[in-house]
């Protein structure tokens, strides 16, 4: 039986990453998608969410597990002794060099780690997390990008925190704006 993982932040899942997990789903018996913690980045949505939300679009899949972890992808791997390979979806060149240097470093912590390549579909090949919050920061549509079962949860918080934060980038502009005409 092949097991992969799908390893990601996922802060959200996007119409992309679906489309990965559908692909690689079908290449393998069973499909781990793991939700990873990067101390680098701050998220919009909590890991129980996003595991939440990875759920409830890959439902229909039956050999799709979600699973959670906070530390490296090698560890993980070696953890799970039922995995044999790491699944990496695509979009572009600028993609390849970091995943490239991540399947390397992956390996040399833990040489039983392999690591396929799946190129994004010609029609997420533009959609990422961060173009997302992007969309949803100025309000516009994000049902092309997101799964549609979850697609109002994460407009609903985009925006709200979205709105939050430029009310508040507009109030210390204006009162920074007034205290200098003074």
Do not use: W
């Not at 018996?29 to 990067?38: E, P, R, T, Y």
Request: hydrophobic share 35%; net charge positive.
């Amino acid at each position: 039986m092949k097991t992969a993982i799908y390893p990601g932040s996922f802060d959200p899942v996007t119409n992309g990453h679906l489309d990965i997990i559908r692909r690689a789903s079908k290449m393998f018996d069973k499909l781990v998608v793991v939700v990873l913690i990067n101390p680098l980045k701050t998220y919009s949505f909590s890991m129980q969410e996003r595991c939440e939300f990875l759920k409830e679009t890959t439902k229909d899949i039956p050999n799709v597990e979600i699973a959670s972890f906070d530390g490296l992808l090698a560890d993980y791997f070696n953890q799970r002794s039922d995995v044999d390979v790491i699944v990496k979806g695509l979009r572009a060149t600028t993609d390849f060099e970091y995943e490239f240097q991540m399947a390397h470093t992956n390996k040399d912590l833990n040489p039983r780690a392999e690591t396929v390549f799946i190129p994004a579909s010609l029609k997420t090949t533009f959609v990422s997390s961060s173009m997302v919050k992007q969309v949803a920061m100025f309000n516009g549509d994000l049902s092309k990008y997101v799964p549609a079962c979850i697609h109002e949860q994460i407009r609903t918080r985009l925006t709200r925190d979205f709105d939050a934060a430029r009310e508040l980038a507009r109030t210390k502009y204006h009162d920074k704006s007034n205290s200098e005409r003074k």
